[in-house]
């Protein structure tokens, strides 16, 4: 294991992106022959390179250094009806990608491993990466564990990092999304569950046991719809994507939408995709879905503003495509019901429709279980039990 300033040098190239040596002095805070010395082991060990040249600030013209372009992450974002699969540099930037569809599939884990496997050889080519990064929305247990497994064994010495989609949408909205340079947010994933991750003052929190946010269970309603945890209620009852499914189809029963029932005959059964073209199509049946997720959501979403005093909330997940739909009662439930004080310059905004921020975060979580393993400093954002360290 190398020193801990290597890994801090590396924490702060991935996060600030090719710097100069006097850049770089300055935010680790030693002399820039200390510096320099690091520079040079890491430089003959293949961990940074030479940058393009930095904008002239009146002298002479410094070459940057930067993460050497064969450290690459291996991420994987699996959600309830995709998996994708890509390659990052140090710096977070996305080369290379493949989905995998999961729609109308129930996959096995193997078979599930064994998929990601060959995109991940064909992305990567003979090359293995530095780290590994995985996503996990809502798939069960087995999956999960399957993939990193799997994974590990393609990847020797490779540490694979696990965490909630929710977290990885948080921690690549800090490094490259909308909330970058905002130390305080919250981000809401809404999908199979709902889910959050509050960032306060730069940190992502995870709570005692590593469960935070996870508020789909949340019992909002005392005798509200049945929900899978076998309680009645539950805010997953009436805003996860298969409730908001059921509400639309029972509005479609009734005569609602003459769209929507065309589908229905011809399919059998919605599903989100459905209603997200119909609603993007003016749907009156999709349009009172959304304006009742979006004031439902907002009483929730107002509780953490008056607890946790964010900047921004960011909203993403598979059921922020119908973001236009719910996204202005959103914004009013909680500037009307959020402490004034504590809603005045809010900000509430949609993550990127692509979840780019997913495969972001998830690679900045590969670099961190990479640093934490190979260099004496973690970059406290990853508890150990999130790491899967080769075997």
């Not at 924490?11 to 022959?33: E, F």
């Not at 109308?104 to 992305?123: K, N, S």
């Not at 809401?188 to 003052?201: F, H, K, M, Y």
């Not at 993550?351 to 990479?370: E, F, K, N, V």
Request: include cysteine; charge should be neutral.
């Amino acid at each position: 294991m190398r020193s801990g300033l290597e890994g801090e040098l590396l924490r702060v190239l991935r996060d600030g992106g090719p710097q100069t040596k006097n850049q770089l002095a300055t935010a680790l805070g030693v002399p820039r022959t200390t510096l320099t010395a690091s520079l040079r082991c890491m430089a003959a060990a293949g961990h940074v390179e030479d940058g393009p040249v930095a904008a002239s600030s009146g002298g002479r013209r410094s070459v940057t250094v930067r993460i050497a372009g064969g450290r690459r992450l291996l991420v994987v974002s699996l959600g309830e009806d995709t998996a994708r699969v890509a390659v990052l540099d140090g710096h977070l930037t996305i080369s290379a990608g493949v989905s995998i569809d999961l729609q109308d599939r129930d996959p096995d884990a193997e078979w599930l491993a064994d998929t990601v496997r060959r995109a991940a050889r064909r992305l990567l080519g003979p090359e293995a990466p530095s780290a590994v990064g995985i996503a996990v929305a809502d798939r069960g247990t087995d999956l999960e564990v399957t993939l990193a497994e799997r994974l590990a064994e393609a990847c020797p010495g490779a540490p694979v990092a696990v965490l909630p989609s929710v977290r990885a949408m948080a921690l690549g909205e800090m490094r490259s999304g909308g909330t970058t340079g905002v130390d305080d947010f919250v981000a809401v994933r809404l999908g199979g569950s709902v889910t959050t991750a509050a960032v306060v003052g730069g940190h992502l929190g995870l709570g005692a046991n590593g469960r935070s946010g996870e508020i789909g269970h949340l019992r909002v309603e005392e005798f509200g719809p049945a929900c899978g945890c076998g309680l009645t209620g539950c805010l997953d009852s009436f805003i996860s994507a298969s409730a908001l499914v059921t509400q639309a189809t029972s509005l479609v029963g009734r005569g609602r939408s003459p769209a929507l029932a065309a589908v229905l005959d011809h399919a059998g059964a919605l599903d989100l995709r459905d209603l997200v073209t119909a609603g993007r199509a003016g749907d009156p049946v999709v349009g009172q879905v959304g304006r009742d997720l979006g004031q439902r959501l907002g009483r929730v979403v107002a509780g953490m503003v008056a607890q946790s005093n964010p900047r921004r909330v960011v909203v993403g997940g598979p059921v922020a495509a119908m973001g236009s739909l719910f996204l202005g009662d959103l914004r009013a439930t909680v500037y009307r019901v959020a402490p004034h004080a504590l809603a005045e310059g809010l900000e509430i905004t949609l993550s990127d429709p692509d979840g780019r921020a997913d495969l972001i975060g998830s690679a900045s979580a590969a670099m961190t279980a990479w640093i934490g393993q190979d260099f004496s400093t973690s970059g406290g954002e990853l508890p150990m039990a999130m790491v899967r360290s080769p075997r």
